[in-house]
């Protein structure tokens, strides 16, 4: 019999996205009457999903191509009722991350690392009941006996592919451009960064966590070496600041710094010390720091200095192209630097060199010295050649280390060079040394230093270059432009701090937000630009929208209480239909941005539309009609129509019950959000009114009230109200109320 997913089968198939394959291997052997398919790319989850018996798939935050949460919206796009399964790190877990992922359509979500059992049980529950499908239940009854934990896949091995659109014809799978924005997927919900502080003083280590905490980072105190060195067994920090006089000099301090050093992907460390003396800075160098603050600091500048660190480390996934004829040797290398989170192109004919170097833009270059047809020495000399790749680190890899061929690699324009029989230590040495300064010249170069995202230069650079590509692969691509609402008051009212904290914000939500392929920048004041591979308009506005509603939930406390939302107006173009270059695309996406403006702004519109598009047709009945006074009104509007309702805002609970109550009313909305405060006429007072004149059946009420009215929120549940929420609450929350009442209607 059919099911809303494919043909059911004696067997159902089990697709796993970025799953390790220690897992995968449990789960073969906890669910036997599973066919499991493991996919590692974009294009196999989609083939896999298309296939016949395709029941339920298993995303992996760490999925690299596409970030876990675009392979979730393809796979919602491509089959809307399959179940799926999200393993979220742990360190990541947080309310709003939840709440988007089950936004979303994300059936079930488990913290990761877990164990094979646990998710074996969660795939037996949300798959399909069907005739068709054998019981797994009895399949699962001795699932996990004996079985490997799974291993960590923070840093696993990671394949160059092109994750939006098919290669050309006779180039390798490489990534499309990453522009500055791309952060590690795993962060696209959730925290910023984890932060371990190690220091006997918790007053200094408390009062950086204030200060750390608003910036998104996740916050983790401990004053105790072993209590540190427990922790890594289970957490894994981006960042560790630690005491230099608590940690140097002892085997408990030294064993906490190797345990940092020894992963694949190395924790970076901060020393701190009372004093600011050569001596000091010479024994943080030493033991492997990559900076040294005196505890004399403001805690805000020690966390300035812990999060510039952090968009360094994760501004981008290093990129190395490697052109050698030797299968051994290129397997060598990948084996050597792919587990260091080091994404590698490998090429062997020279042929297809510049082709090939254009299409994989890489950080660094490894160049053997003998190649057939042309040498290393002539590539190097053809790089340099251009002012593009003038700049572009060049290793070579050679057998001979004569001061003839020394002298001919530096002439032609080498950084440097290896000889073969390679060592790995050396190798992956001198490549990360390399690496990390091309980095650091990016960051001072390229990355807007207030946001984290790339600055106009860059940013230019990296569109024109997704515009090209998506030229040659025949693929669309939206670029938005959004813009702070009220930016000059946010600044008036709560001074240049809070101004400068909201720019904070939205740069860092949209690096968290879009994908590696994407490029994200600011291009001046409160303006900044997103440019998204291989999506069409459509698709780029509901992106911009879910973005818009997660900025509402950035907003602090202290414009919260003023009723003051973090909001923006955005526009958004394609191409090619809106413009076949950057600036015929910034032309359209900037018109429909100052259209969203003058709608009311809080708002995206795509190319082409007007402020009269986004008005509610008055002939159409509202969504939502919100009953409240002004100043609770204005920010419950703003976040209901950010999440596409078609509101009309009643200001007296007298006017809401004439206007809805009846049932001759012009109009019955199909959901109500009623303020207990409402103006005139109390809103229990409005809930009898509605009881009375039988407009209830047709309309849910969601009743807000302050946390201290719990009697009279339980009065309106008592009277018929669908549901309360109680102040303060976050938007997501009340969106997600109404969507649920919207549901069941």
């Not at 650091?440 to 170069?445: F, I, K, V």
């Not at 109550?661 to 109009?667: E, P």
């Not at 207990?676 to 039988?694: F, I, K, P, W, Y």
Request: proline share 6%; net charge negative; glycine share 8%.
């Amino acid at each position: 019999m059919k099911s809303g997913i494919g043909e059911a089968t004696s067997r159902p198939t089990i697709v796993l996205a970025g799953v390790s394959n220690e897992l995968e291997s449990a789960l073969r052997t906890s669910l036997p009457a599973a066919s499991i398919r493991s996919a590692g790319s974009s294009g196999e989850v989609i083939a896999a999903l298309g296939s016949d018996g395709a029941l339920v798939l298993v995303v992996n935050h760490t999925l690299t191509g596409p970030s876990a949460s675009e392979m979730v919206r393809q796979a919602r796009q491509l089959v809307p009722e399959i179940p799926i399964v999200y393993l979220l790190d742990k360190r990541l877990d947080s309310e709003m991350g939840r709440t988007i992922l089950q936004a979303m359509g994300v059936h079930s979500i488990l913290l990761h690392p877990v164990a094979p059992e646990q998710l074996a049980g969660e795939i037996a529950q949300v798959l399909p009941k069907d005739d068709g499908v054998p019981d797994m239940a009895a399949d699962r009854e001795d699932a996990g006996a004996g079985q490997p934990a799974p291993r960590d896949e923070w840093s696993n091995g990671r394949a160059a592919q092109v994750t939006a659109a098919e290669p050309e014809p006779g180039l390798p799978q490489v990534p499309a451009d990453q522009g500055i924005a791309s952060a590690a997927s795993a962060a696209a919900i959730g925290h910023a960064g984890y932060l371990l502080i190690v220091d006997e003083s918790s007053d200094l280590a408390s009062r950086i966590a204030v200060q750390a905490e608003p910036q998104g980072l996740r916050v983790e105190i401990q004053t105790s070496l072993t209590q540190a060195r427990q922790l890594l067994q289970s957490e894994r920090p981006d960042v560790a600041l630690i005491d230099l006089p608590f940690s140097n000099g002892s085997d408990e301090g030294l064993a906490l710094l190797e345990e940092l050093d020894r992963r694949d992907s190395p924790t970076a460390v901060i020393f701190m010390a009372e004093r600011d003396t050569f001596f000091d800075r010479m024994q943080a160098a030493n033991l492997g720091g990559r900076g040294f603050i005196p505890k004399s600091f403001p805690p805000a500048e020690i966390v300035r200095s812990v999060t510039r660190l952090l968009t360094e480390s994760r501004s981008s996934e290093s990129r190395i192209l490697v052109i050698d004829d030797d299968p051994e040797t290129l397997a060598d290398l990948t084996a050597l630097l792919e587990p260091r989170g080091i994404a590698l192109t490998t090429l062997t004919d020279p042929l297809r060199f510049w082709a090939v170097l254009e299409y994989a833009v890489p950080d660094l270059l490894l160049l053997d010295f003998d190649l057939p047809r042309w040498s290393g020495v002539e590539l190097c000399k053809v790089v340099r050649s251009d002012t593009r790749w003038s700049t572009l680190p060049v290793v070579f890899l050679t057998a001979g280390s004569d001061s003839d061929t020394v002298q001919r690699v530096f002439d032609a324009g080498a950084d440097d060079y290896v000889t073969k029989p390679i060592v790995g230590s050396e190798l992956v040495t001198k490549v990360a040394n390399r690496l990390r300064r091309v980095q650091l010249y990016r960051n001072r170069a390229e990355v807007d230093p207030l946001t984290g995202v790339a600055n106009r230069l860059k940013g230019t650079e990296s569109l024109d270059r997704l515009l090209r590509l998506a030229g040659r692969q025949r693929q669309e691509m939206s670029l938005a432009i959004l813009d702070l609402d009220d930016f000059k008051q946010i600044n008036d009212r709560f001074g240049h701090g809070a101004g400068d904290d909201a720019l904070r914000r939205l740069g860092s939500l949209l690096i968290r937000t879009f994908r590696s392929e994407d490029v994200v920048a600011r291009w001046g004041g409160e303006e900044f630009v997103v440019g998204m591979y291989g999506m069409p308009r459509p698709a780029g506005v509901q992106r911009l929208e879910e973005v818009l509603r997660a900025l509402h939930d950035e907003t602090p406390p202290k414009m919260r209480g003023d009723n003051t939302l973090l909001s923006f107006s955005a526009g958004v173009a394609q191409y090619p239909d809106d413009g076949s270059d950057l600036e015929a695309l910034y032309e359209a996406a900037d018109r429909a941005q100052y259209a969203a403006k003058a709608a009311g702004k809080n708002r995206v519109l795509p190319a082409g539309a007007t402020p009269g598009d986004s008005a509610t047709p008055s002939r159409e009945p509202a969504d939502v009609v919100l009953v409240a006074a002004e100043s609770v009104g204005g920010p419950v509007l703003q976040m209901l129509e950010a999440a596409g309702y078609r509101c009309q805002w009643l200001k007296d609970g007298e006017r809401a019950s004439l206007a809805l109550g009846g049932a001759d009313a012009a109009s019955h909305p199909q959901v109500m959000v009623l303020d207990l405060d409402a103006a005139s006429l109390d809103g229990l007072s409005v809930l009898r009114r509605l009881m009375r004149d039988g407009t209830m059946p047709r309309t849910r009420v969601i009743v807000l009230g302050d946390s201290s009215r719990g009697r009279d929120l339980q009065r309106a549940l008592d009277l018929g109200a669908f549901g309360s929420i109680a102040r303060p609450f976050r938007p997501s929350m009340l969106v997600q109320r109404v969507r649920e009442a919207m549901e069941v209607l």
